[in-house]
């Protein structure tokens, strides 16, 4: 079994699975803030997803998709939090 | 050889974050699944790019792989800490089963500012005689 072969059978289906577990959270999730994290552990396994990906298309170039993810996933991450507390301030 | 290393490292990534997607749908509580997902945005992909840097083994992609490895260390509690913050301010609950909440009567509900003594200075208005 080479490298590309164990990539396609064994890490992406587990790395699947993981997105199906977390998209189960994510709609289901009682209030906004489980929705919220689920959402951040998605793009995070989505960086994942893409590293595996680059090395099995043998292309270095997809990594920087990686790092932008990364940056909008903090961005997103921040962002709801401080709109979630500042909605609790009005009300 | 290098195939086998990077099958290692691989599979130890997609376990942890396996693992972190099991936790975040069988935990009770909001807050024992934020500490499930911050293990797995730092260690898990941590690993997966890890075995990426292995595998092209050149120094933009040890660079690359580096600078990604370092925002998610940075900024993964950072977020944890801002979004469980404003969950226990909007008022999200605790497990029953969880035995101490440290947090309890310590927000002042206005301002939103955490104090360590507001219980304490209810108690000295109740009592002023018992000040030391």
Known sequence: ?91 | MIDILIMIISTVGALVVLIAAIGIVRMPDFYLRLSVTVKAATLGVGLLLLSAAVYFATLPVATKVFAITFFLILTAPVAGHMIGRAAYITGTKLWKHSVVDDLEGKYDKDTLELRSDIDQADREGELPASNT
């Open chain 1, 1 to 91: 079994m080479n490298l590309r072969d164990y990539l396609t059978w064994v890490i992406l289906p587990m790395l699947s699975l993981s997105v199906i577990l977390v998209a189960y959270r994510f709609f289901k999730g009682p209030r906004i803030v489980n929705r919220v994290i689920a959402l951040d552990l998605l793009i995070t396994i989505g960086i994942g997803i893409i590293t595996i990906f680059s090395i099995q298309a043998n292309q270095a170039t997809f990594l920087d998709d990686a790092m932008i993810l990364a940056l909008i996933a903090f961005l997103g991450t921040v962002a709801f939090s401080y709109y979630l507390e500042k909605r609790k301030g009005n009300d």
